[in-house]
Structures are given as structure tokens and as C-alpha cells.
């Protein structure tokens, strides 16, 4: 059973489109991370979320954390096809703890 | 500054095979990790070292151990491949393990186990 379940798993649109991408966990989570990963690449950090509520923007990408800690979305808005790739989200349930990442959700922005 | 590098990129084994990975980082970080990524499973965590000198087990070490000679090198070994270890393994790094740290990884190596 995957402690963080991302959905949806796959997601195919056209450029200009809007997208949410959520994570959600039954457990408290200390912080959140979300990743990009590209193709034959690993993955690279996007943000880190700490405080219940929070929302980061990182230009046409907004995450927010859950106000509980238990949930996690990022929206992108008017993709483009450099947004495809496989995002990720991780957490740490404690200080000092280890991540556990989700499953992921892959990302496909058509021109 | 290369950051986080692995080698090798791709490599094809037998089963019962043996081969060792190698991770190197150049940023002085005192963490390093080892992953494998699986379709729809995201990353699980092999083995991770807390500092040169040590290692621990993570979620999915069974097949494979590990050293951390140096602090800059954390090598992977599966002493007999097989084909369950087929699989995306990816070394990551970073300076604390406090929950806000970045982890940094490298490019993967891709291994087929026949």
C-alpha cells in the first residue's frame, strides 16, 4: 500500500490547458516535496511545503499543502509541452525522517 | 561541479550475475541514498547512508548491500542478479536529513536482468 497515492497516474493534454495534480496520504506529514523528473534523467526538486495551508507559486506552477498536512495539489496553469515529465511527490512524516515519494504522475502536453 | 554521477548508464546481466553501481557526489553532502524506481511504484528506498562509514537498510534492501568507504562514493552491489532486479536505480544525496532538504540525484542507471 503506497503511504502517498498521486493521481491521476497519467495525464495527456493540449498546450494551454489547465491541470491539477493532487497527493494524498491518510498520515500527518511533516513537509511535502514535489519533483520533476524528465527522461532518462532523475528527478529534480520543484518546492518544499512545510506550513498546513501553505501555497507556493513557482511562475505558472502553484502547490499547496493541505491544511490538516495530509494532502498536497499542484496546479499548472497554460501548460506548455517543456512542462511534460513525470511529477512527484514526497514527504517526510518527522524531523530527521526518511522521504516517501508516490507512485508519480506522468505528464504529456501535446503542441 | 558534476554533482551527482553514476556509473554505469545501462547494463545488461544474467541471472546470478553479480555487477556493483557506483554513485559519486561532489558536493561534500553527508547523506547519500540509493533508489529504484518501478512503472507505478515510484521510488523505494534500497539502502542510505547517515555518513562515511555507515549504512543502513531502507524499505527494499533485500538482493543488494552496500559501502560507504569514502564519503563522496556509495556503491550498490547485487551479489546474484535477478530478473526482479530489473529496474531504474537511481543515487541521491544530500546534506542533512532534516524534512526540508533537497535530495539530489543522479542521472539513473538502467539495469536488465535476463
Known amino acids: 500500500t503506497q503511504l502517498l497515492e498521486q493521481s491521476p497516474q497519467f495525464l495527456s493534454i493540449q498546450e494551454g490547458e489547465n491541470l491539477t495534480v493532487y497527493c494524498n496520504s491518510s498520515?500527518?506529514?511533516?513537509?511535502l516535496q514535489w519533483y520533476r523528473q524528465e527522461p532518462g534523467e532523475g528527478p529534480v526538486l520543484l518546492v518544499t511545503v512545510v506550513t498546513g495551508g501553505e501555497v507556493k507559486k513557482l511562475k505558472r506552477l502553484t502547490f499547496q499543502f493541505g491544511d490538516a498536512r495530509k494532502d498536497s495539489s499542484l496546479h499548472i496553469t497554460a501548460a506548455q509541452p517543456g512542462d511534460t515529465g513525470l511529477y512527484l511527490c514526497a514527504g517526510a512524516i518527522a524531523s530527521g525522517s526518511r522521504l516517501t515519494f508516490g507512485e508519480g504522475t506522468q505528464l504529456t502536453v501535446n503542441p | 561541479n558534476a554533482g551527482v554521477t553514476q556509473t554505469p548508464k545501462f547494463r545488461v546481466l544474467k541471472t546470478g550475475q553479480s555487477m556493483t553501481l557506483l554513485c559519486a557526489q561532489d558536493?561534500?553532502?553527508?547523506?547519500m541514498y540509493w533508489y529504484r524506481q518501478d512503472p507505478g511504484m515510484g521510488l523505494r528506498l534500497i539502502h542510505y547512508?547517515?555518513?562515511?562509514?555507515?549504512?543502513a537498510k531502507g524499505e527494499v534492501p533485500d538482493g543488494y548491500n552496500v559501502s560507504r568507504l569514502k564519503k563522496q562514493n556509495f556503491l550498490l552491489g547485487l551479489e546474484s542478479a535477478a530478473p526482479s532486479q530489473t529496474s531504474v536505480y537511481f543515487c541521491a544525496s544530500s546534506p542533512k536529513q532534516g524534512y526540508q532538504e533537497t535530495q539530489y540525484f543522479g542521472p539513473g542507471t538502467r539495469l536488465l536482468v535476463l
Open positions: 547512508s547517515v555518513g562515511e562509514g555507515t549504512t
Open positions: 498520515s500527518v506529514f511533516s513537509s
Open positions: 558536493m561534500n553532502h553527508e547523506y
